[in-house]
C-alpha cells in the first residue's frame, strides 16, 4: 500500500487529478488499505465506511496527525497515552510547557523542570522550589536531554542477538523464575543494580527477597559513596551520611575533599557554600577554603590555600592534625606540607566549633574515620558537622561477591539492570571470566554496551524523562520521576522489568508508582489530588532525612609506620589515584556528544581523557605533553597520553574512568583508554605502586585552551574582603564613536539595556552554563579533528588561569560570553551590517546578511565568534532534530555564531509585557540558559536602566569591572572580582588592582 500511495502523490505533482482521483477512490475501497487501517488505526478505521473522496481525505488528515504525534502524546502513564487530535485544554500549539522530575546521578536525584513542546522535551532547567538543587543543575542533567534522543539507543528487546519482543521475554522467564522459586527459594538468582535511593525501587526489591529468600543483590558503584559510609561505621560505630552547615563555619578544610565537584552532591553543596560565602563576606570576612590532595580538581581550584600532597603524606598530615587537636605535638618534617598543616590548624584552633574539615569518598575509609575524628576533637560535631541516616539501600552486597560466585558456578540466572559490569568491574575481578560460566544472562540497558554483547537478553531501557518513579536527593528529599514524553522506542524502566520477572499481572509504571505511595483506602479522588500536588512541585514535602546524634567517636586501629618512598629506577614507581570524569562521569555518560566536546574544567582537554602528572615528575622523567606512557601493576597495563598537570602532586599520577569504550558503530567507541583495567577492588580509588613507563610515541590531546596564565595581563581581578574601594576606574574614556541614538524623546535612554554580571568569586567552573547554552540554541558538535582546528561552536567559554607556582598554584575561572559591547569593534568591522545593535543595547546578528568574511572576528579583542566553516547539523539523525530549540534559527553553513543573551527568552517577556497594561518587564523575568543552570547562582542578568534590578546592583558593586575596559568597548557583561583576604594593616583596593 505504501508503494501505491507513493505512486499516487507523483501523479498528483505531474498534474494527473482525474487520474489521481480515481485511483485514490480505488486504494480506498482495497481490501490492503482497510487491513491496514484495522491494524494501524483502529480507532479511525470507522471513517473508511463511506469510500468518497471527502471521507478519505478526512481519513487521511487524520491518520497523518496521529502518526506525527504518535511520540508526542502527553505522559499521563502508559495506558493513558494516546495521542490526540481535537486540541487538549493544557495545550497551546507552540508553547512550552513544563513537568517537574528528577536528573539522576548515581541513583540520586536533583529537582529539574523539563520544558516540552508540542510534547517533545527540549531544555532541562532547574527546579527553584526543590530543596536541595534550588533552581541549580549540573552538566549531567543539561546533558540528559541529548540521550533522549540518541539514535544509538537499543530499542527493542534482543534475544541471542536476534529481535524478540517483551511477550517472548516474559514466556521464557515465567518457568525458569518459578522453577527456582520452587527448588531452593530463587538461590542461584543474582539481581545486579546500581545505587537505590528510590523508595518505591527499594520496597520493590525488599518484596523480591521476600519472595526469593535465596536471591542474591549486588550493586555495581564505580564511582559509589561506599568508602563515606566505611569511614563513619569506623568512627561512628554505624554507617552514616555526612553534611555539613558551611553558614556556620568560619573556616573550612578539605582533605582530598570534592564538595563542589561533579556528583551526586554538586548542585545542593555549591550553593550551600556559595550562600554561607556570601553570608560571611557580607560580615566583612572571608571563609577561606584550606585544601590538601593529590590531584587538583574545582574543591581546590576555589581553595585560598592549596597543598598538592600524595595519600601517604594525606594520612600523615590528617595525624598530625589530630595530634594537635587532643593537645599533643606534630612530627614537623619540615617543607610546605609542615607550613600548610601550622596554617591550616592556626585557623581550625581559633574556631573551635566553628571550623569544618571534611573529605572525599577517593579519601579512602581509615582516612575519613580520622577526619570524622577530628572534628570531635575540634568540636565541631553537632554544629558544622551533622550526620544523618544514609540515602541508599546499603544491605546490598558487593559486585566483586557476585565475580566470586560466578567462578564457584553458584549463578544460573543473572539480571543485571542499569549496569555494565563488564566495562566497569575493577581488572582484577576477572568479571569477564567469570560471568562465562552462567547459564542464563538478562541486561538491561540504555545501550547495547559491553555486558550486552556477552548475555543472552538485552532488554531496552526506557529513559528517565519517559519513566515514572522516584529517587532520593542527597538530604533525602524524595523527588518524584514522570514522563515528559511517551516511550520514543520500545523500553521499559527497571521497576516495570521488575514486574515483568515478579508479579503475575505485569504493571507499567504509573500503577507502580500509585501503587507505592497511595495510602491504603484512600479514595480516588483524594488520592489524584495529593498526587498531582507533589507531581507539580517535584517533590514530597518533609521528606529530608533528620539529623541523627552521633556519640563520641571510637578510637583508631593501630597503623604502622609510614611506608619509604620507592627509589627512582628505570622505570618510575608512582602512586596513581583514580577520579571519575568530569564530563562523562563513569561512562554511562559516554555517548553524548554535548558531554564529549565539553572542555574538561582544569585540562580543557575534549573527546578523550589523559594521564596527569605533575611538573616536579615531568622533568625529572623527561615527559612532554602529549607523550605516551603506560602504567602497570600487578600485571594490568594502561596507556594514555600524558598531560602535565599544576598541582599534581609529585610522586602521583591521576587517571580518569569513563573512556577506553569498546562498543563498535557508537560514538564512544576507541576514545581514550580504559583505566577500569587496572583498578583493584580492594582499594579502588588508589593504587600504592605502579610503574610508568615512556611508549617513546605522542598522542597530543585535544584542547580548546593552550595558555593557563594570563600573561601579565588581569583578567581576573581579585579585591580584599571588606574593601570598599572600586576595582576599576570609573571615569568615561573619549572615543570617536557617535553619541548612542536616541528617537524623540530620549527613548534610547528610557528603554531597557540588558546586561550581564559574572561573580567570579562564585563560579566554581563546573560548565553547566555551558552545556546549557548549547541545548537552548541549537549549537551543534563539530567533533574531535575539528575542534584540534580550532573550530568548536560553544557560544560560551569558561577560561582557567592559575597564579603562582606550578606545584600548588591558584587557579580562577572565567566564563566569557560575548561582551555586548556598547562600542563594539565587529559592528565597524563587518562589511555587510550583519552584526548591529537595537535599541535595547543587544549586539545581534542577521544570519541571512552574514557572508561569511570573519572580518568582525578579527576585530572582535574578546574572541567570543565562532565561524561554523562546514555543516555540523546537516547529517543529523530525524531523531536528534526533534531535540532542536523552534526559537532559535538553525545556522546555515558559512555564517558567524555568538551568544545572544538568549533574545528569544528576552522577546517571549517583551510579548508577554505587551499583552496586558503594557507594563515594564519585572527585574527577574528574562533568566538566559546560562544563568539558570548555574548552580552558584554566580550569573545575573537584567535591565540596567532599572535602578531596583540585580544586575544594576551588581554593575555598581565595587568589584565590577570590565573585561579589557581599557579597549574603551564599553561591554554590557561585566565581572565582579575575587575576593581575598585582606592582610593586616593592607590598604584598600585602588582602581585595576589585581594578583
Known sequence: MTHDIGALRARLASGDGPTFWRSLDAVADSPEFRAFLDTEYPAAARLAASPDRRGFLKLMAASFAMSGLAACGQPDGRT???PYVRQPERIIPGAPLAYASAALVDGFANGITVTTRNGRPLKIEGNAEHPWSRGGTDVFAQGSILGLYDPFRLQTPQHLGRPSSWQAFRAAMTGRVAALKAAEGGRGLHLVTGPITSPSLAAQVAAMRRDFPGMRWHVSAPVGRDALYEGARLAHGRPLETRWRFDRAKVLVSLDGDVLDPGPGQVGQARDWVEARRKAAAEGRL?????????????????????????????????DLLAEAGGGRAQDS??????????????????????????????????????????????????TVFHTAPVPVLDAEPLDALAEAMRRGEVQVLVMLDVNPVYEAAGDLGFLEALARVPLKIHAGLYQDETAFHCDWNLPLAHPLESWGDARSLDGTVTP????????????????ILSILTDAEAKDGAALFDAHWRSPGEPDVAWTARRDAVLQAGFFEGTALAPEPVGAPLPAAVTSARPAPSPAGPARRVEVVFRPDATVWDGSLA???????????????????????????????????????TLEAEGRRIEGPVWIQPGQAEDSVTVSLGYGRRIPEQLADGLGYDAYRLRAAATPWRLAEATLAKTGRKAPPVTTQDHGT???????????????????????????????PTSPGGRYDQERAWGMAIDLDACIGCNACVTACQSENNI????????????????????????????????HFMPVPCMHCEQAPCEVGCPVEATVHDREGLNLMVYNRCVGTRACSSYCPYKVRRFNYLDYSGDMAPVQQQQRNPEVTVRARGVMEKCTYCVQRIAAARIDATKGDHAPIPDGAVVTACQGACPTRAITFGDLRDPGSRVAAAAADPRNYGLLAELNTKPRTTYLARLVEAAAGEPAATPGTTR
Not at 786 to 795: C, M, P, T, Y
Open 780 to 811: 551543534p558538535v563539530v567533533g574531535k579533528e575539528e575542534v584540534a582546528l580550532g573550530r568548536w561552536l560553544h557560544w560560551l567559554r569558561v577560561d582557567r588561569y592559575y597564579e603562582g607556582g606550578l606545584d600548588a598554584p591558584k587557579t
Open 481 to 496: 520521576i514522570q514522563p515528559t514524553i511517551r516511550p520514543l522506542y520500545d523500553g521499559r524502566s527497571v521497576p516495570e
Open 591 to 629: 555517548n553524548l556528544a554535548w558531554l564529549q566536546e565539553l572542555p574538561k574544567p582544569l585540562t580543557k582537554v575534549v573527546w578523550g581523557n589523559v594521564i596527569a602528572v605533575g611538573p616536579g615528575l615531568a622533568e625529572r622523567e623527561e615527559l612532554r605533553q602529549g607523550d605516551v606512557v
Open 710 to 740: 594570563m600573561e601579565g595581563h588581569d583578567f581576573v581581578r581579585v579585591q580584599p574582603v571588606g574593601s570598599t574601594a572600586p576595582v576599576a576606574s570609573r571615569a568615561a574614556l573619549p572615543s570617536l564613536y557617535p553619541p548612542a
Open 287 to 319: 571563609l577561606a577554603l584550606h585544601h590538601a590532595g593529590p590531584s587538583p580538581n574545582l574543591t581546590s581550584a576555589k581553595a585560598e590555600a592549596p597543598l598538592a600532597i600524595g595519600a601517604d603524606g594525606l594520612s600523615a598530615l590528617v595525624r
Open 334 to 383: 619540615g617543607g610546605p606540607a609542615a607550613a600548610w598543616r601550622a596554617q591550616t590548624f592556626s585557623a581550625l584552633n581559633a574556631a573551635r566549633g566553628e571550623g569544618l574539615v571534611l573529605a572525599g569518598a577517593q579519601a579512602g575509609p581509615e582516612l575519613l574515620a580520622q577526619v570524622h575524628r577530628l572534628n570531635a576533637a575540634l568540636g565541631n560535631t553537632g554544629r
Open 80 to 82: 493513558q497515552e494516546i
